[in-house]
C-alpha cells in the first residue's frame, strides 16, 4: 500500500465553523448591499450599525454565557422596560425636573441615585430569576417567560402607562464621542465582548459554565456549585440588562413601558445565530460578537435597500431556522 494513504491518518479534516460560516455571510451581505448601495459600506455608515447593535450586544453577551450554562432568559426585555421607566421616574419626579425650584444638591444627586438604582434593580431581577430557576427545577424558559410578564407590569405600574423624558442627563452616555468619532456606546460593546472572552476562556467561572451546560449532573459530581454558578450566571445578564438600559435610554433620551420589548427576542437570536448552542455547554464570545452583527447587518441592509419593515420579522425568524439547523447538522458531523 503506498505510503500516501496512510497520509491523513489521525489528520483533522478541514471543516467550516459556524464562525467561519458567519463570516462569509457577512461578507456576502456587505457586498451584495454595497452593490445595490454603494452608501451601505461608508465609514460613518458602519459606526452606525454598531452603534445601533451596541445595546444589544451587550446584553447578548450575558444572555450568551446563560446560555452556555444550558439556563434561557426572555425576561430581559421587560427588565430593560422596568429599569427604563424607573431610572427617567427617578430623574424627573423623586429628583426634580430641570428648573429654576430645582436645588443644586438635587441635580448633583439624580444622575448617581439613577445609575445605582439600575443597577440594583438588574442586579436583584437577575438573583430573583436565578434563584427561582434553581430552587424550582422548573424549565427557565417558563420561569423568565413568567416574570417577564411581571416585570412588564411593574413598568406598567411605575410609569402609568406614560413617558419620561431624560431632560439630556446621561447624554454623554450614550450619544457622546470619543475623540468625534467613536460613539460611547461601542466603546462599552467591545469591552464587554473582550470581558466575555477573558471570562469564559481564562476563568474558572467560565469553565465551570461550559461544564454545567454539558452535562449538569457530571459537573455536579465533580464538585462544582451548580446552582450558585447559575445563579450567578443569571445575576450577571442582570447587570448586562443594567448597563444596556443606562446606554439605550440616555441615547433616545426618554423611557415608556415597552422601551426594551425587542431586546429579549432580538438577543436571543443574536446568540443562537452565533453558534451558542441552545442545549448549552457550546460557545464563545466570537459567536455572540458575530452574531450580534449579522443582526445589525440584516436590519441596516433591509432599510439601505427600502424594503418594508415589517419583512424583518420574517427574516429574523428565517435566520433562526437556518442557524439552528446549521448548528445542529454541524454538531451530527462531529
Known amino acids: 500500500m503506498k505510503a500516501g494513504a496512510f497520509g491523513n491518518v489521525g489528520k483533522k479534516q478541514p471543516r467550516l465553523t459556524q464562525s467561519l460560516i458567519l463570516i462569509i455571510i457577512i461578507i456576502t451581505i456587505c457586498v451584495f448591499t454595497a452593490i445595490i448601495n454603494p452608501r451601505f459600506l461608508r465609514i460613518q455608515n458602519i459606526i452606525n450599525i454598531f452603534q445601533q447593535i451596541s445595546v444589544l450586544g451587550i446584553i447578548a453577551c450575558g444572555i450568551g454565557m446563560l446560555l452556555i450554562a444550558g439556563q434561557i432568559d426572555i425576561s430581559v426585555g421587560s427588565q430593560v422596560s422596568l429599569m427604563g421607566v424607573t431610572m427617567a421616574l427617578i430623574i424627573e419626579k423623586f429628583l426634580g425636573k430641570p428648573g429654576p425650584n430645582v436645588q443644586a444638591w438635587q441635580t448633583a444627586m439624580a444622575v448617581p441615585l439613577a445609575v445605582v438604582t439600575t443597577f440594583a434593580l438588574g442586579f436583584i431581577m437577575g438573583l430573583i430569576n436565578g434563584i427561582i430557576v434553581v430552587k424550582s427545577k422548573a424549565a427557565s424558559f417558563i420561569i423568565t417567560l413568567g416574570f417577564m410578564a411581571v416585570y412588564h407590569g411593574g413598568a ?18 450614550g450619544r457622546g464621542k470619543i475623540l468625534q468619532f467613536i460613539p460611547v456606546p461601542i466603546l462599552f460593546f467591545l469591552g464587554t465582548v473582550v470581558i466575555t472572552f477573558v471570562v469564559l476562556k481564562y476563568f474558572r467561572y467560565g469553565r465551570f459554565l461550559y461544564a454545567i451546560g454539558s452535562n449538569r449532573k457530571a459537573a455536579y459530581v465533580s464538585g462544582i456549585q451548580t446552582d450558585r454558578i447559575t445563579v450567578i450566571a443569571y445575576v450577571v445578564v442582570g447587570l448586562c440588562t443594567a448597563l444596556a438600559t443606562l446606554l439605550l435610554i440616555s441615547r433616545i433620551g426618554w423611557a415608556r413601558e415597552n422601551v426594551g420589548a425587542p431586546f429579549g427576542f432580538d438577543a436571543l437570536v443574536a446568540v443562537i445565530v452565533g453558534g451558542v448552542a441552545i442545549t448549552g455547554g457550546k460557545g464563545n464570545a466570537l459567536n455572540i460578537f458575530l452574531g450580534v452583527v449579522l443582526i445589525g447587518l440584516i436590519e441596516n441592509a433591509l432599510i439601505i435597500m427600502s424594503i418594508n419593515p415589517f419583512v424583518r420579522t420574517v427574516v429574523m425568524g428565517l435566520v433562526i431556522i437556518t442557524a439552528v439547523s446549521i448548528s445542529r447538522y454541524s454538531e451530527n458531523r462531529e
Open 156 to 173: 406598567l405600574l411605575v410609569s402609568g402607562g406614560t413617558g419620561y423624558p431624560m431632560y439630556e442627563q446621561l447624554e454623554m452616555l
